[in-house]
């Protein structure tokens, strides 16, 4: 699987952004796509997951830190899965990464395949 990443940018504290993640071939191995992030001097951390059950039925979670201001959206169309993040906090600046894996866990180690890396600024 290949990742793309896209999106980011600089945004006020309380504001809204988006980044995106485009993945291309064999994505039917792996029905996880997961968004982390490292900000500077930190480990990368988890930030949400989007699982697709045999079913194609489809489970988010979430970071207790970003629960109930990140929302995971799913593109069909373009074949793209992106976090809607809102009301961000200057905690929440960092670089963010995608990433794809056959099951749902909060360990890096975990996804075999990465996007670049965005970067997102949230200015106080």
């Known amino acids: 699987v290949q990742l793309q990443a896209s999106g980011g940018g600089l945004v006020q504290a309380g504001g809204s952004l988006r980044v995106s993640c485009a993945a291309s071939g064999r994505t039917i191995n792996s029905p996880v796509t997961a968004w982390f992030r490292q900000s500077l001097g930190a480990e990368r951390e988890f930030v949400a997951a989007l699982s697709r059950s045999p079913d194609y039925t489809f489970n988010a979670v979430y970071a207790d830190s970003v629960k109930g201001r990140f929302t995971i959206v799913r593109d069909t169309q373009n074949n793209m899965v992106y976090p809607e993040m809102d009301s961000l906090k200057p905690e929440d600046t960092a670089i963010y990464y995608c990433?794809?894996?056959?099951?749902?866990?909060?360990?890096?180690?975990?996804?075999?395949?990465w996007g670049q890396g965005t970067q997102v600024t949230v200015s106080s």
């Open positions: 990433a794809a894996g056959s099951s749902v866990a909060r360990d890096i180690t975990n996804y075999a395949s």
